[in-house]
Each structure stands twice: as C-alpha cells, then as structure tokens.
C-alpha cells in the first residue's frame, strides 16, 4: 500500500503547483490503522507546508501513524518552524519520503534528525516521477534561476505563421485551453515586446475558474511599449513587469502610474542580458517561467542554453512557405541536432503537443 499511499502524496501536491514558490509543491497523507486520516498540500509562500497542513487536518489522530510525503520534510527554522519537530511531536513512527530536498541545508538531515527521534523512515518511492513533478524548484535550487518552458504552436510542416503573417488559430481551442492551465501553474509568463505589441497580447490566464495569474514578464530594451496596449491598461488587475535597458523618464514614470512593475537590465545595443533577465526573476523567488516568444527571442533562449523544457504545439494543417521557427538557429548538420529526451506525446482533439527535454 505505500505505493498507492504516495500516489495519494503526489496527488495532493499538485493543488498547489504555481502557488507556493520559492518553497516546492509537495503532498502529504497521513494513515493510521490502515485509514486515511489526512492530506496536505504547501500552502502559500511563508504559510504551512504540507506536513503541517496534514497534522492539523487528523486533529490528534497521529500517535503511531505513517507519513507519506512527496519531498523530505525540512529540519530548519525559514519563515516556519522546521516540520520535522512537528513530526516528532504529532507522535507519528513511521514516515516514508519520495524524494531528498536538494537545499543544503536539508537534503539528508531531515531525514537523519527523524531517525534519531526514533521514527523509521523509508525513502526513493517514485523518485524518477517526483523528480520530474518538482523540476521548477529543483532547477532554481541547484542551478540558481528559473526552469525555462519553450512553446510554440506550429503547422504540421513546422510553421509559425502563413506567408502574410497571419497566424490565428493554428492551434486549436483544446490547445489553447491546455496553454492557459499552464500559464495558471507557473510564475512568470515572458515575452519579447515585439511579440506583445504585433497581438497586442494579454498574457495572462484566461477561461479558467479562479485560476492563479503569473507575473507577464515583457523584455522591452527602450520602453517601446504603447501605453494604451491591453498588457499596460491591465496591469493594475494582472501583474506585469517589464525589463528594459535604458528609457525615457517620462515613459518610465507614466507606466508606473498604469501599475507596471520596471527594472533596469543589463543589455547589448537593443537586446537584453537574458542570464541577467533570469538572474532578477530568481531573486524575486520565482521558480518557472513560459516563454511565449516569437522567433529572435526564442532563438536567443536558445543559444544561451536557457530552454529546460518544450512544449510544441502541432495544428492540424499543412502552410507552406518558409516561416520556419529557428531560421536563425542552425545547426548545420546532424551530429550537431539538439536531441529531446523523455518525449511525450498528448492529443487534444485534432492537434497533438509534443513535449520532451533538449540535451543542450
């Protein structure tokens, strides 16, 4: 049973996937006498983890219970006490963990502060699985910036648009639906200002109910950015924040009174520093961004080597012409391809999406 009781774990930590960062989404479920007594899931940034959130919900059902819980549980005082003491206190013997947390700080020791409390602790339990659940905040914790998803929406020959530009719909409603949850489950969604102003795009996450809004993150080296677009005329009921390498007072200061967020970047003639773009979002704790790019900015995410995941949308039409997405990322010959891993593939009605890892 302690397979399906992780799954129970797992289960629970994706009700708080997009709405806990820094901290990571984890589940925790809490069975005594073969009966469920209580799940947890992390709450807000600063509130209960999901240990906590379970040992309040059994209301003194804990003594000689098991825990399962996705992640280690921490064994540091942050912005709560550790959940280890709480552990130890609620009478629990036996807690079975899926994954290590890999913060220095923690990654062992909660483990080794229950087992010298007495409790029996098992761990490794859908380690492969919860590792890829986790991957926002497994990237920000071991390589100090946000987890990058590139997306885009393409023809079945591998076109952005039409020969005019046109580009709306290849994708179909299911898609876009399915890009808007996304957009709900992550941080920050960023985009090039070129990119907002041919949509005039909202970027935020539409159609769904109460859905959690990302910070739309826009790179605009010279303010260029209209002041009446729907992306500024919004910003005082969805976040936005735009980055920009020099401007004009006045723009400034007139984006500011609509509400947008600035901050100054580090930049070359009209492009921003995108390692410095990722090195402000991650001290601002925010975990996993959605490049919704046009071609130059995905290109540039690219080269850098900044792009963690894919997810390709594939429309159900042939276009033609030569609007391919990476005309200027070429990798001249096979040997040197950039390959994907751990391809999946997901149909939504007639599109497919395609996701998978670049070995970059």
């Not at 986790?134 to 039409?162: H, Q, T």
């Not at 600035?262 to 921003?272: I, N, R, T």
Request: charged share 25%; proline share 4%; glycine share 8%.
């Amino acid at each position: 049973m302690d397979r399906y009781y992780m799954k129970l774990a797992m289960r629970a930590a994706e009700r708080s996937r997009g709405k806990c960062s820094p901290n990571p989404f984890v589940g925790a479920v809490i069975v005594n006498g073969g009966k469920i007594v209580a799940e947890g899931n992390t709450q807000p940034y600063g509130s209960d983890h999901a240990e906590i959130v379970a040992i309040k919900e059994a209301q003194g059902k804990c003594k000689g219970a098991t825990m399962y819980v996705s992640m280690e549980p921490c064994c540091v005082y942050g912005k709560t006490p550790p959940c280890t003491s709480a552990i130890i206190e609620a009478g629990i013997k036996r807690v079975v963990v899926g994954i290590l947390d890999p913060n220095p700080q923690i990654s062992g020791k909660g483990i080794k502060t229950l087992q010298e409390a007495g409790l029996k602790v098992e761990h490794g339990f859908f380690a492969e699985e919860i590792t890829e659940q986790l991957e926002y905040y497994l990237c920000y914790v071991k390589r100090k910036r946000p987890f990058v998803i590139w997306k885009s929406a393409l023809s079945l020959d591998g076109k952005y648009s039409a020969s005019d530009g046109s580009s709306k719909w290849i994708s179909n409603p299911s898609s876009r639906r399915f890009v808007h949850k996304t957009r709900s489950q992550v941080e920050v969604v960023l985009a090039g200002i070129k990119s907002v102003a041919h949509d005039d795009a909202m970027l935020n996450a539409r159609g769904l109910r109460s859905a959690k809004q990302p910070l739309r993150v826009i790179l605009d080296p010279y303010l260029d950015i209209s002041l009446t677009s729907k992306l500024v005329e919004s910003a005082e009921e969805f976040p936005a924040m735009i980055m920009y390498i020099k401007a004009d007072e006045s723009k400034i200061q007139a984006l500011k009174d609509k509400g947008v967020q600035l901050k100054q970047s580090a930049g070359y003639k009209d492009e921003l520093d995108l390692k410095a773009v990722m090195n402000t979002l991650y001290e601002m704790n925010l975990y996993s961004v959605l490049l919704e790019t046009g071609n130059r900015l995905s290109e540039s995410f690219w080269k850098a080597k900044l792009v963690d995941k894919c997810m390709i949308f594939y429309g159900n039409m042939i276009l033609g012409g030569e609007r391919s997405i990476f005309r200027h990322y070429d990798r001249h010959n096979m040997d040197r391809a950039v390959p994907l891993e751990k391809i999946k593939v997901k149909k939504l009605l007639d599109n497919v999406l395609v996701t998978g890892y670049p070995l970059l």
